[in-house]
């Protein structure tokens, strides 16, 4: 999995929770992605970051959050608002100005 | 365990069979082009790259060609072996850099036959 560590494996949400999936990188590489792979699907962004202490929303960024107070780490949150999400959601990072991402192991998360 | 293969594409091969793995891109401005492998329950690993100014770039086993007059990208495995078995993504990058940009495409899930 190329130094990305996702956490954990597998993640289930009870109506009405927050979840918190964890990234974290020792690639020193500056971006981070977080994307969303459902069935029959192309991976769509939700959120990646440049840099620290900054972010951008992607495709599908309503009912998540992020933050990106570390370079090595960039932990999503699926909060409440999301409806549907139950999904496989995929980290990943690249150097600044490089093209090539590379993909954490991935969560899997379901609703209970 | 986890299938992100539901409703794909697929293409079944027979071990040792050469495989050609076809996908269309949709933004002629797009300037590079990843090929990516999933297998099942893991995430996407980098097989090879090509930028627009090629047609053609060989890695170990895999060829991938791109033609942009009908843009059209194709991953092209030799001698295709069980461990090959897995979804295949590619993705366009249509600004360059660590943009957020790479847009993927839905994969085609490549079945081999021993």
């Known amino acids: 999995d190329g130094g990305i560590t996702q956490s954990p494996k597998y993640l289930f949400r009870k109506e009405g929770q927050n979840v918190t999936l964890s990234c974290e990188q020792n690639l020193n590489h500056d971006a981070m992605y977080w994307y969303r792979q459902d069935p029959g699907q192309g991976l769509r962004l939700i959120y990646y970051?440049?840099?620290?202490?900054?972010?951008q929303k992607g495709d599908i960024a309503e009912g998540y959050s992020v933050s990106r107070e570390k370079k090595e780490s960039f932990p999503l949150t699926v909060t409440s608002a999301q409806k549907n999400p139950t999904a496989f959601y995929l980290c990943?990072?690249?150097?600044?100005?490089?093209?090539?991402?590379?993909f954490g192991a991935g969560t899997r998360l379901s609703v209970l | 365990g986890e299938s992100v293969g539901l409703h794909l594409p697929t293409l079944s091969v027979q071990e040792g069979d050469n495989s050609i793995i076809n996908c269309a891109y949709s933004?002629?401005?797009?300037?590079?082009f990843i090929w990516y492998k999933q297998e099942s329950g893991k995430g996407p690993q980098f097989i090879i790259d090509i930028r627009s100014n090629m047609d053609k770039r060989q890695g170990q086993r895999v060829t991938v060609l791109l033609n942009k007059t009908v843009k059209h990208l194709s991953l092209q495995i030799a001698a295709t072996q069980p461990g090959d078995s897995a979804v295949y993504f590619c993705?366009?990058?249509?600004?360059?850099?660590?943009?957020?940009?790479?847009?993927f495409g839905k994969g085609t899930k490549l079945s081999v036959k021993p």
């Open positions: 990943a990072s690249s150097e600044q100005g490089l093209d090539i991402q590379y």
């Open positions: 993705a366009e990058n249509i600004g360059g850099g660590s943009q957020g940009n790479l847009i």
């Open positions: 970051s440049q840099i620290v202490n900054d972010f």
């Open positions: 933004n002629s401005a797009s300037d590079y």
